[in-house]
Nanobody
């Protein structure tokens, strides 16, 4: 059984930074691509960022490019999302996800088999 646990969310002001963490347990996802998605109330789940298992390739949604950075420490079974220059429109619940079927289909949530419960990020103006 794989378990993903996100942490680091909170309430911040526009322009602030925040770093999310996702720790996996039960089975290592170190050999799988990992991603971050977010979902705001009344909106569809949106792709934020993804990283391949080696950590050598990263991908970002257009709305966060240049502001967010995804990274991973496989030895710690942890994936991070560093968020800077936060905007009110970044307000959402952020989910960590991963799995063996992602391949290069990073933005497709249907390719991710394992999901965390999410952590709320709220950015005030």
């Amino acid at each position: 059984q794989v378990r993903l646990v996100e942490s680091g969310g909170g309430l911040v002001q526009a322009g602030d930074s925040l770093k999310l963490s996702c720790t996996t347990s039960g089975r290592t996802l170190a050999v799988h691509s990992m991603g971050w998605f977010r979902q705001a109330p009344g909106k569809e789940r949106e792709f934020v960022a993804a990283i391949n298992w080696q950590g050598s390739r990263t991908y970002y949604g257009d709305s966060v490019k240049g502001r967010f950075t995804i990274s991973r420490e496989n030895g710690q079974n942890t994936v991070y999302l560093q968020m800077t220059s936060l905007k009110p429109e970044d307000t959402a619940k952020y989910y960590c996800a991963g799995g063996p079927r992602v391949g290069v289909s990073f933005p497709d949530p249907r390719k991710y088999d394992y999901w965390g419960q999410g952590t709320q990020v709220t950015v005030s103006s």
